[in-house]
């Protein structure tokens, strides 16, 4: 089985619960989110919180850089929001 986010869950022994949260999720939370980061790190700025459909990747590239954060910290944070 894939998950919208495209896990294999079923193989790795998971459910869609703790996959974490999905694109769907993300976006559906986003200026949620956002607001969050801008508070936490008051050097983001809109451009850097601009999230496009379908380019999660280019975003967590961004915040990598101007955090000086690893993706997989930066993806972890997003999902403890």
Not at 24 to 37: P, S, T
């Amino acid at each position: 089985m894939t998950f919208q986010d495209g896990n294999q869950g079923i193989r790795a022994g998971l459910s869609p619960r703790n996959i974490g949260m999905t694109k769907l999720q993300l976006k559906g939370n986003w200026n949620e989110i956002k607001g969050k980061l801008k508070q936490k790190y008051g050097e983001l700025t809109d451009d850097d919180l601009t999230f496009a459909e379908g380019k999660d990747d280019e975003l967590l590239g961004r915040l990598q850089q101007r955090l000086g954060k690893s993706k997989e910290d930066i993806r972890r944070e997003l999902e403890g929001f």
